[in-house]
T-cell receptor
Framework: DQQVKQNSPSLSVQEGRISILNCDYT??????FLWYKKYPAEGPTFLIS?????DKNEDGRFTVFLNKSAKHLSLHIVPSQPGDSAVYFC??????????FGSGTKLNVKP | GAVVSQHPSRVICKSGTSVKIECRSL??????MFWYRQFPKKSLMLMAT?????????EQGVEKDKFLINHASLTLSTLTVTSAHPEDSSFYIC???????????FGPGTRLTVT
């Protein structure tokens, strides 16, 4: 049973516009949510996180929103840049420090 | 962010041989290290979690006798794929967490090909 789901396998956005990546989860016990960026043949790179007690966290062009009632989080990238093209994974952390990853969304930012 | 290295980055081995992959945290003490496997176009699958000085905790369906994990120090964990088979070919990634345990820092991954 997949506890974290990313239902959009891919997303294409024009440079300068907003990219919105979505993630849904089922485990209400997650205490942190994280977004990772991954290039082919490389390990994931931590991007941004949010505590379950918050509903928004912003870091430069990246903002993560958390809607606990809907068990939904999203990553907003604005403005999108071609260098943002990668696979983005969201993850939830349970109180055993175990991470559950979604299947990823491949973002393509077109110049 | 913290730096985690993996060695080797690529390895090709013959069926029946064993392969060791090293994961090192270079600038922090990793109290917990994780080993993942990624299949093509799939998510990261957690294989096992290891805490320094204790036995690894394996996820359901992962054979502990086939995937030997050792976390001998706060900066080094090793994954040994024993008696490798072609179906073990995959991308193996380690990650480490330290005091700021809500983050995991990932290594660059190891591409294993078993012929």
């Amino acid at each position: 049973d997949q506890q974290v789901k990313q239902n959009s396998p891919s997303l294409s956005v024009q440079e300068g516009r907003i990219s919105i990546l979505n993630c849904d989860y089922t485990n209400s016990m997650f205490d942190y949510f994280l977004w990772y960026k991954k290039y082919p043949a490389e390990g994931p790179t931590f991007l941004i996180s949010i505590s379950s007690i918050k509903d928004k966290n912003e870091d430069g062009r990246f903002t993560v929103f958390l809607n606990k009632s809907a068990k939904h989080l999203s990553l907003h990238i604005v403005p999108s840049q071609p260098g943002d093209s990668a696979v983005y994974f969201c993850a939830g952390r349970d109180n055993f420090n175990k991470f559950y990853f979604g299947s990823g969304t491949k973002l393509n930012v077109k110049p | 962010g913290a730096v985690v290295s993996q060695h080797p980055s690529r390895v090709i081995c013959k069926s029946g041989t064993s392969v060791k992959i090293e994961c090192r945290s270079l600038d922090f003490q990793a109290t917990t290290m994780f080993w993942y496997r990624q299949f093509p176009k799939k998510s990261l699958m957690l294989m096992a979690t290891s805490n320094e000085g204790s036995k690894a905790t394996y996820e359901q369906g992962v054979e502990k006798d086939k995937f030997l994990i050792n976390h001998a120090s706060l900066t080094l964990s090793t994954l040994t794929v024993t008696s490798a088979h072609p179906e073990d070919s995959s991308f193996y990634i380690c990650s480490a967490s330290g005091q700021r345990t809500y983050e995991q820092y990932f290594g660059p991954g190891t591409r294993l090909t078993v012929t």
